[in-house]
């Protein structure tokens, strides 16, 4: 009975500490002018505000090309690895979660004289922090793919695929992915979440993405840029919990798999 | 609906760091023909099956197929069966896809590639199993399926990798049947992988015993089994009692002075030292008189229709004997026995061997 007591407790405490600020944002974004009371207008003006609307969809085709790019570089490299040099997997994952360790504002420092070639070359859209985004996500992205290839007998399936006729490509397309759709899918989803909340890159780079944008329009309008920044959050809240509810399903789907044998060890375990 | 394709490998070597899996493994194989790979874990059975396939290079040495050098084909264009030991359907997929797998790779329209896929789930007598996945079947199962899509391809050859050892001994046996049917329904090469010696001499045509990355012996499952080329390939079948003496005109003489009768030929004159092999089943326990080796029953474990006994001779040697199980209880353990060998079943090896 205590112990119920005391989760429930700790489910109350970090339920406010999480959802309090939030609270509050909605509260302040939808305060009525002096007479008090509610009042929408601050929301409705996330519409109107051309330089907000651009900042927003810089931000929604970041997440997309980061996402795309993330999984084309990543997951071919990934799969070969696994495959032909096992080896460097150790080094891939050290390289992957540097990222992780390495302070925004050196990373920018290092940065910034390659993006004057990157400006040179592809014109100053602020498209371009794609590059410095994916190298921001590939820790996630790369937890999420390794788990998801670890899981399957990726070895025998792509060696079947091969003895079937597949080439390198089929086998990436038609077995690699079909069996890390979900991790495919958290990878894609973290990344899309991080890109959205992503600040000091864009601002210490100068694009003017959404996060650099809210920033901006705090120092005018603040109801504004507090209505946009919780929509923004609500946003990566919504897609972390489909993230969660994807992933919470394939684990049910194995459950109900008693069949489903632990691949044989034998010998091709000493060459995994 | 596929003619069988003759098989060459030839002089084939491939180390790992130093180590060597292949150390000139020549082996060929007929058209139409089934041979076994047998050999202990680690010999380099399965390296020589990837290599066949494809999947694995070679330092050294060639892969010839239907007389075409093959060698540095990739696999997906080398048109072989494979079937692994660990189960490998796509797990997305169901049966009838899985086995369809290979024909959509080669642009078969989709009428054509359902029917040979039911045609195949037939073959393996899955018929009506055609729409689960793989996670809905059983592993004997998921074995007949992969044997499917292999097939589904028209292969040239068909390899296969202890596609039984996962199973247990029932669906093994009922399986290693079903595979020799087909495989001699559809006349094509095949070449199996297995440590199980019963289950090599039992379906093939001929056994391949193979030891450190060679083949020690290449001949029908009944040569191998009475004639071993090597005290190698001896041990391997099943022979447990060696006795290391030296040839005297008819039989060899065992240091402790007792004599074995043996078939001596000309590779081992007199005064040679060898080693003589017997089966357990080639010694028999004697009741009437002295045998040519005496000693006492150590141990008895039941068989079935034989009971192995361990039995101690003087010189400390532990030989094994097999007795019909109804006549154990006539040699308990601790009893003294005789026993006599059948000169026509001791074979002699080189003793270095
Ligand atoms: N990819 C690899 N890397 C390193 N060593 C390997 C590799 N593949 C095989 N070997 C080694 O080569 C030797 C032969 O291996 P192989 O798998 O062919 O044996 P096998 O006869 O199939 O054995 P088993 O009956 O256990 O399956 C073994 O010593 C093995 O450790
Ligand atoms: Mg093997």
Request: neutral net charge.
């Amino acid at each position: 009975m205590s112990v119920r007591l005391f989760r429930y407790g700790i489910l109350l405490v970090l339920g406010t500490f999480f959802l309090l600020p939030l609270f509050a944002m909605l509260e302040f974004s939808t305060r009525g002018g002096l007479e008090g009371g509610r009042d929408l207008s601050a929301w409705r003006a996330i519409g109107d505000d051309p330089q907000l609307v651009d900042a927003i969809l810089t931000s929604l085709q970041l997440a997309v090309l980061t996402s795309v790019l993330m999984l084309v570089l990543l997951l071919p490299t990934m799969v070969w690895v696994h495959l032909r040099v096992p080896v460097l997997r150790r080094l891939v994952e050290f390289l992957c979660l540097l990222p992780l360790v390495i302070p925004a504002i050196v990373l920018v420092v290092g940065i910034a004289p390659l993006y004057s070639w990157v400006t040179y070359f592809l014109g100053d859209s602020s498209l371009t922090l794609t590059f410095v985004y994916v190298v921001l996500v590939l820790p996630y992205a790369f937890r999420a793919l390794e788990s998801g290839l670890s899981a399957m007998d990726l070895r025998t399936l792509s060696e079947a695929a091969r003895s079937l006729g597949a080439g390198w490509g089929t086998v990436l397309l038609r077995v690699v992915l079909p069996g890390v759709r979900g991790a495919v899918l958290s990878a894609a989803l973290l990344t899309v979440a991080l890109v959205l909340g992503e600040f000091t890159l864009a601002s210490l780079l100068n694009f003017p993405n959404l996060q650099v944008a809210v920033n901006l329009i705090g120092k005018r309008d603040a109801a504004l840029s507090i209505a946009v920044s919780l929509a923004a959050l609500l946003l990566a809240f919504g897609l972390l919990l489909a993230l969660s509810i994807v992933g919470g399903r394939r684990r049910t789907s194995r459950e109900v798999e008693p069949l489903a044998p632990t691949p044989a060890p034998a010998t091709d375990g000493v060459r995994a | 609906m596929t003619s069988g394709t003759e098989v060459r490998l030839v002089d084939l070597h491939r180390a790992y760091a130093g180590v060597p899996a292949l150390d000139g493994l020549d082996l060929r194989v007929e058209p139409g023909e089934f041979v076994s790979l047998l050999g202990p874990s680690g010999c380099g059975k399965t390296t020589a099956l990837r290599v066949l396939g494809g999947l694995e290079t070679v330092d050294r040495g060639q892969v010839l197929v239907g007389g075409q050098d093959i060698t540095d084909v990739p696999a997906h264009r080398r048109d072989m069966g494979m079937v692994f030991q660990a189960y490998s359907l796509f797990p997305n997929l169901t049966a009838r896809d899985n086995v369809g797998f290979g024909l959509r790779l080669r642009k078969v329209s989709g009428k054509d590639e359902r029917r040979r896929a039911g045609e195949l789930l037939e073959l393996v007598g899955l018929g009506a199993q055609a729409a689960k996945y793989p996670h809905q079947m059983s592993g004997g199962q998921q074995q007949r399926v992969a044997l499917a899509r292999a097939l589904a391809i028209q292969p040239r050859v068909l390899l296969l990798d202890e596609p039984l050892s996962a199973l247990d001994a029932q669906v093994r046996v009922q399986l290693r049947e079903e595979i020799r049917r087909i495989q001699t329904e559809l006349a094509i090469t095949t070449l199996f992988v297995t440590h199980d010696q019963e289950e090599a001499l039992a379906i093939s045509d001929r056994v391949g015993v193979m030891s450190k990355g060679r083949l020690e012996q290449l001949d029908a499952p009944a040569t191998v089994y009475r004639q071993p080329a090597t005290p190698f390939v001896a041990e391997f079948i099943g022979v447990t009692n060696s006795f290391a003496g030296t040839v005297a005109d008819s039989s060899v003489v065992l240091p402790a002075g007792s004599r074995l009768p043996a078939r001596v030929v000309a590779a081992h004159p007199a005064g040679s030292a060898v080693r003589v092999l017997v089966r357990p089943g080639d010694l028999q326990v004697r009741t009437d008189g002295p045998g040519q080796l005496s000693g006492t029953v150590l141990t008895q474990s039941f068989l079935g229709p034989v009971t192995r006994l361990s039995v101690k001779l003087p010189s400390g040697d532990v030989v094994r004997v097999d007795v019909p199980s109804e006549r154990a209880a006539a040699t308990p353990t601790g009893a003294p026995v005789e026993l006599a060998v059948d000169p026509s079943a001791a074979m002699l090896a080189d003793a270095r061997g």
